[in-house]
């Protein structure tokens, strides 16, 4: 995924170009987590002018989509009925427009390439197949890509997996821009597909899908760092509340320096995750809150995101906080146990050292009840330090 980002600025792309191309490659390394049939934001700085602007992208419900489709039990609905008309390749295309430089199709290259030759299965695509299984295997078309040479053999981590339709989708997408996907040679069996999952997507739904742009992100400062980040109804908004709580409490790398002072501040944070939801069980409506952090001399010292659903927020949160606040190097800053909540649950990673464990388990007086168990964000959490970039994943 990098190499092929690296590519693309090597051949004068923009970062837009770069992180386009990377997310394609994405969709394949993490297909469990995202793809061209869902959506997504961008937060994009423009470094000559200092302006940010957001790109909402995410998936939109169908025309005929009512409150009563799903019927009095949700979970006995046809899963086609949960299938949106998808924003991810709209969402591309516009932020290619205002700021790419390459070609369209050259950003697709990499991922095509990808694609046909195959890769390793990583642990947490691995883990998704596995938790799937039944689902792939009375699917012929999943089984075509999950299933190994010998069918009804489901790959496991680092057998080698390729995507081939899909690259010849990607090929049809490059040559033909998104409109192929939305109004164009692919939309009919796109269309057969959906109804044939019991979905209620129409052709005019495709069509008419356009992403929303913002040029008024989020803006908030912590320290000697400004934070801009994507506004409601993403999770821009619950971000800025959590740091802005617990800068009242002078954050530093003194704060984690003893069990004490550990325990304390995880209490801290806590607390603040909490705040950040305070209504019961409301969550924004995405939780998906790519961040750009400048330094006070507006310089990028940090970019940051995240995929694991209504946790996304938190830990992207506790990401910088280690990182910026707590002077940890970037890899720990990644690996290091996280915690998070649910409604009146404090949820602690088994891997958290035992000590500051165990007084968070008595000092959690504001909730009804703490149960620490494992929680491991798997998902992929992208974060540049802008003089050396690299790539780590939790």
């Known amino acids: 995924m990098v190499h092929g980002s690296w590519d693309i600025l090597k051949r004068n792309g923009s970062a837009v170009d770069a992180a386009i191309a990377a997310l394609l490659c994405v969709s394949l390394v993490n297909a469990q987590s995202m793809g061209i049939g869902g959506g997504g934001v961008f937060t994009i700085w423009d470094a000559s002018t200092g302006k940010v602007e ?7 419900a169908p025309m005929d989509a009512s409150e009563k489709m799903f019927g009095k039990d949700p979970k006995k609905a046809k899963p086609g009925l949960f299938i949106a008309v998808p924003g991810e390749l709209r969402g591309y295309e516009l932020a290619h427009k205002r700021h790419g430089r390459l070609k369209w199709k ?8 990808l694609a046909r030759e195959g890769f390793k299965i990583d642990k947490p695509l691995a883990k998704a197949i596995n938790e799937t299984s039944d689902t792939i295997l009375t699917n012929a078309a999943l089984c075509e890509v999950f299933c190994g040479s010998h069918n009804k053999t489901l790959l496991k981590e680092k057998d080698t997996i390729r995507f081939l339709k899909l690259a010849d989708t990607y090929e049809k997408i490059a040559e033909q821009g998104p409109d192929a996907f939305y109004d164009g040679s692919l939309t009919q069996d796109i269309l057969d597909d959906i109804k044939a999952a019991g979905g209620i997507v129409t052709r005019e739904d495709l069509k008419n899908y356009k992403p929303v ?5 989020i ?15 993403f999770g821009g908004p619950v971000l800025a509340l959590i740091l802005n709580i617990l800068k009242g409490y002078n954050i530093s790398s003194s704060s984690v320096s003893t069990t004490e002072n550990k325990t304390l501040t995880y209490h801290r944070m806590i607390e603040a995750f909490r705040f950040a939801n305070v209504q019961k069980g409301k969550r924004p409506l995405s939780s998906m809150c790519p961040t750009i952090i400048l330094d006070k001399h507006s310089k990028v010292k940090m970019v940051v ?14 990401v910088i906080l280690n990182y910026l606040f707590f002077d940890y190097d970037m890899q720990k800053a990644l690996e290091e146990p996280k915690v ?3 409604i009146n649950e404090a949820n602690v990673d088994e891997r958290f050292e035992k000590p500051p464990k165990l007084r968070l388990y008595v000092c959690v007086p504001l909730l ?18 802008w003089s050396t970039p690299q790539e780590r994943r939790v």
């Open 213 to 217: 742009l913002n040029e008024s992100a």
């Open 340 to 342: 998070q909540i649910t």
């Open 54 to 60: 957001t790109i909402n992208a995410r998936e939109t």
């Open 219 to 233: 803006n908030f400062t912590v320290g000697n760092y400004i934070f801009r980040a994507p506004d409601a109804p």
């Open 106 to 113: 050259e950003l697709f290259e990499p991922s095509i390439k």
């Open 368 to 385: 009804p009840y703490a149960v620490l168990f494992e929680f491991r964000c798997e998902a992929a959490l992208l974060t540049i330090e």
């Open 305 to 318: 995101g995240g995929a694991g659903g209504t946790n996304i927020t938190t830990s992207v949160a506790q």
